[in-house]
């Protein structure tokens, strides 16, 4: 199908095929194959083209248009959830059950995740059994920030009081070889739920409630992206966390 808009607009400037190859780089061939196929020239040369010809990109290729709307949904989401509520539990057990190699959470308390299913500690301690490492970090319930988390969400201390409970939960496995339970004093953007190369987020929004805020399934995909941003942002909290020591209250 012929490109009649770049036909017309080559056509009223007096420009050539070989004249807009030249501009362009590209063999004349090339610049017929535009116009009368309708062909879509990369990105980098389109640009190069239209910029020379005075017109916009997108006028005379909306193909791309569509294009870079297609790019915009990143290859890693698997998901995307209006809430954690939606999902149920069963999604972020599955999600440890098939772990082989790594599971890590950073949390400031989460423990719907022990409420709903009490068997969480035995099942990490299966994971652990067949090799796979377990880091849990959760929130430091004497920290300012998650004092305030409490006061933003109208929550009063409830965030904190649940840190504790969390870390009542989790502090069996303190002893467990292959269980690693830290506590963080950071401001908290976002929950991480990751086993190996997949990952439930559960970003926070201001005076939301965790459970009534939205969620996004990823799937790493290649290097870089999503996927990889969360698991940096994961290590930076870890690291500036401190190790809860078996026995310690």
């Known amino acids: 199908m012929q490109n009649e808009r770049l036909r017309v607009v080559m056509a009223s400037q007096g420009?050539?095929?070989a004249d807009l190859a030249n501009a362009t780089g590209v063999d004349p061939k090339s610049v017929e194959r535009w116009v009368n196929l309708g062909r879509v020239p990369r990105r980098g040369t389109a640009l190069k083209a239209a910029e020379v010809l005075g017109e916009d990109v997108h006028a005379l290729w909306p193909a791309l248009?569509?294009?870079?709307?297609?790019?915009a949904v990143s290859p890693e989401l698997v998901g995307l959830y209006d809430q954690r509520a939606d999902l149920p539990v069963s999604a972020f057990v599955d999600l440890f059950a098939q772990a082989r190699e790594r599971i890590d959470v950073l949390v400031y308390a989460?423990?719907?995740?022990h409420e709903a299913y009490p068997r969480l500690n035995d099942l990490l301690r299966e994971r652990v059994a067949e090799g796979c490492s377990v880091r849990i970090a959760i929130g430091n319930a004497d920290s300012e920030n998650v004092q305030r988390r409490g006061n933003e969400e109208k929550f009063g201390n409830g965030v904190e009081s649940r840190c504790?409970?969390?870390l009542m939960h989790y502090r069996p496995l303190v002893a467990v070889p292959g269980v690693e339970l830290r506590m963080h004093s950071t401001t908290l953007y976002h929950s991480i739920f990751r086993a190996d190369d997949q990952m439930l987020v559960n970003a926070h929004v201001w005076g939301v409630h965790a459970y009534g805020a939205p969620v996004w399934h990823l799937r790493r995909h290649g290097e870089g992206g999503m996927f990889a941003s969360y698991a940096q942002s994961f290590e930076a909290v870890w690291d500036s966390a401190q190790p809860v020591q078996e026995g310690a209250q």
Request: charged residues 20%; hydrophobic residues 60%.
């Open 15 to 17: 420009w050539t095929h």
């Open 65 to 71: 248009t569509q294009a870079r709307a297609a790019r």
């Open 110 to 113: 989460a423990v719907f995740l």
């Open 164 to 166: 504790r409970l969390a």
